[in-house]
Structures are given as C-alpha cells and as structure tokens.
C-alpha cells in the first residue's frame, strides 16, 4: 500500500452505517469466519495500518454486503471510494420535488435526532424546521447539536432560534466531558456556504431553485451511510469556525437582509 494512510475508509463507514461498534463488528465477522478477529485488529484494517486477508475480506463482504473494490481501496492503494461511489444511488432514499416535502423531510430528521445533530446554512427561517431544532435539543439533554453559520444570519428569525437554543442550552456546560451546543461562524470568503440537516440516522440535502438564483425549494433525503459523513462534515467545519457561544455574540451579528424569499435552506 501506498500514500497517506486515510483518516477514513469505506470499511469504516460500513460499520458505522450498521451502528455497530468494533467489538460488535468482529464478534459479527466472527461468526461468519469462524476466526478470531478483534477489536483493535478490525481498527487497524479500517485505518489502513494493516491489510485485510483473504478470507476476512469475504467475511467483511459478506458482514457489509458491499463489494471488495469498494471495502478494501485504502488498503490496496486506489484512491478511497465516496459513498456515492461506493453505493450507487442506494444512499438517496427519496427525492423531495416539493417545497412542502422539503421542509418536512428537515423537520423529521432534526426531529429524531437522539445523539448527534448537524445543521449548516445562514438562511433558515422556517418555523417548523426551526421550531423542531429548539424541541429536540430541549427534549434530548445528551444530544450534541452544531450550528455552521455560513456568514452572518440572512433573516432576523434565525437570530431568535440562535438565542433560544443559547438559553436551552448553555455551551459551556459539560455532559460526559463533551459540549452539547456549538455555534460557529464561517467567514463567507473563507468557504462556500452550504446547506445540510444531518443526524445520526438520516440526513437532508436542500438543492438550488430552479426559479431563481436564491430559492432552494427541492432536496434529496439521504440515508444513514451518508448522514455519517455529513455528521462529521459539519463537526471538522464547526471546529474551524469562530464560536459564537453568548447570547451577546448572537446578538452583535449583523443580519444580512435581501434576496428572494427562502425556501428550504438549511
């Protein structure tokens, strides 16, 4: 194997995308093999520090019903395969032509979120998305919630849900040594804005308009292999944003007005 070592690997999203842990997973290849895989040994095969054998690489086809070319590609020096990629179009679960679907497909995923829950975009005023938001972080006192800001809010109603999730939710406070609230600020010259509801089990993709340069009014709903990767998207971008953790920083953001009425950013 050749080149740097990936920080991830489609045999690592497999395993997550099956919510199974690695003592899990081996105990899982285990019996299909009959071997006796670890743990620590399945973390070096998903890293790439170690190469997978020939009957493992069965089981793990086997245990993921993936294919070997995908599975094994960080292994075998081939350029790691995306989900889309490695999937086909198996992670789009459904396409959301209508704005009425979008909005519900968003309100649904911030909705059941438990665990961890990733929201990107400056634009955001729906109400019911918004409204769901602020529920489920006051509903779920362990869930990690990051906010991306794109640039400072467009509309004056996203500055109130960001205040109203300040007051669920102190960011300074600590639960199992983790933050539960983080709210970042990209510069707009820094990256492209973008826009994306993603839990630990699904994930929404709002798409631009097709009548007009600022509206995003379809989408596609994604599956849980894919709201993995947007999972970790937005934390890698929240870590390098600028927090805004007060209510005072909220408050002194300028709002950008203008442009068409939104519809479906995240």
């Known amino acids: 194997m050749t080149g740097i070592v990936p920080s991830d690997s489609a045999?690592?999203?497999a395993?997550?995308?099956?919510?199974?842990?690695?003592?899990?997973?081996?105990?899982?290849?285990n019996d299909i093999t009959g071997g006796a895989?670890?743990?620590?040994?399945?973390?070096?095969?998903?890293?790439g520090r170690k190469?997978?054998?020939?009957?493992?690489?069965?089981?793990?086809?086997?245990l993921y019903a993936k294919r070997s070319e995908v599975l094994f590609a960080h292994q075998?020096?081939?350029?790691?395969?995306?989900?889309?990629e490695a999937t086909g179009t198996d992670v789009v679960v459904r396409l959301l032509t209508r704005y009425a679907d979008l909005v519900e497909a968003m309100v649904n995923v911030a909705a059941d979120a438990t665990e961890?829950?990733?929201?990107?975009?400056?634009r955001s005023r729906e109400k019911a998305y918004l409204g769901a938001i602020e529920s489920t972080v006051a509903q779920n006192p362990d869930l990690v919630h990051y906010r991306i800001l794109y640039g400072p809010p467009r509309h004056p109603q996203l500055t109130e849900h960001l205040v109203r999730l300040l007051e669920l939710r102190d960011p300074s406070e600590r639960r199992n040594g983790v933050k539960t609230l983080h709210v970042g600020l990209v510069q707009p010259d820094a990256a492209m804005?973008?826009?994306?509801?993603?839990?630990?089990?699904?994930a929404v993709v709002p798409l631009p308009s097709f009548h007009g340069a600022e509206g995003f009014d379809c989408g596609v709903l994604l599956s849980q292999e894919a709201a993995v990767g947007l999972l970790q998207h937005g934390r890698e971008a929240c870590a390098s944003a600028r927090p805004v953790e007060t209510i005072e920083a909220v408050r002194?953001?300028?709002?950008?007005?203008?442009?068409?009425?939104?519809?479906?950013?995240?």
């Open 11 to 13: 045999l690592r999203r």
């Open 15 to 29: 395993r997550i995308a099956r919510n199974l842990t690695l003592e899990e997973a081996a105990d899982e290849l």
């Open 37 to 47: 895989t670890d743990a620590s040994l399945l973390s070096a095969w998903e890293s």
């Open 51 to 62: 190469r997978t054998g020939a009957k493992n690489r069965r089981g793990l086809c086997t």
């Open 76 to 84: 075998d020096g081939q350029r790691s395969a995306s989900v889309l």
């Open 116 to 122: 961890q829950l990733v929201v990107t975009g400056s």
């Open 193 to 202: 804005e973008r826009f994306f509801v993603a839990s630990e089990r699904a």
């Open 252 to 266: 002194a953001l300028p709002v950008r007005h203008g442009g068409a009425l939104w519809q479906g950013e995240a």
